[in-house]
């Protein structure tokens, strides 16, 4: 996935990239309302006419910072790993997926969701990076159900994949939980696989 260069005067690359990862580690830390642009020039080093001689306001910036986001989320290597279930799929690759979000801190999540509210391009960009990793890990993981008859033709693999983020951002954001063994075998057990059965 190729990133879209967004309105303004370019910057040199090296410089444009340590302002935007700068962005996301102030994500990170202090969410998105209390983000500022003068925090996050400080972080990179760099002045604020920098900035805005690149992107007129935060909006614009954590537009530029979020796309770079769902860049890397879509070009990383994504193995879905199969082990010859359902049951086994999801528990296998929901536990790699929390390891992998454990970088992510509740400040950066809740910061997610207050941008992927707007309906501004940073928003965009918000709503595509919650989407796009459960989205893949389910339309692979339900295909091999499919193909082993453990699930109807007629499953909705977004549907799941809305299913899994909303449970899993509701028990770190509201319930302040961790995503761990236990979580992830009531989530499958409790939840998913539920939901998933054949109708008879």
């Not at 969410?31 to 614009?60: F, H, I, M, P, Q």
Request: negative net charge; proline residues 4%.
């Amino acid at each position: 996935m190729s990133e879209s260069r967004p309105p303004g005067r370019p910057l040199d690359a090296r410089r444009e990239a340590a302002l935007l990862d700068a962005a996301l580690e102030l994500l990170s830390e202090v969410g998105y309302e209390r983000l500022s642009l003068t925090e996050v020039c400080r972080r990179a080093g760099a002045s604020t006419k920098t900035v805005y001689r690149r992107w007129t306001n935060k909006d614009e910036l954590m537009t530029a910072a979020l796309r770079r986001a769902v860049v890397r989320a879509v070009d990383e290597p994504f193995e879905v790993v199969a082990t010859g279930s359902l049951r086994g799929d999801l528990l296998e690759n929901l536990r790699a997926s929390a390891r992998t979000q454990r970088q992510f801190t509740p400040q950066y999540m809740a910061g997610l969701l207050v941008a992927a509210s707007s309906g501004s391009d940073a928003g965009r960009m918000a709503r595509e990076l919650f989407r796009v990793h459960y989205a893949r890990l389910t339309e692979t993981v339900l295909q091999w159900a499919r193909e082993r008859g453990e699930v109807g033709e007629d499953v909705d693999a977004g549907f799941v994949a809305d299913l899994i983020r909303g449970v899993e951002l509701n028990h770190v954001l509201v319930a302040d939980g961790q995503l761990d063994d236990a979580f992830l075998e009531s989530l499958v057990d409790r939840v998913l696989l539920p939901v998933l059965a054949p109708r008879r």
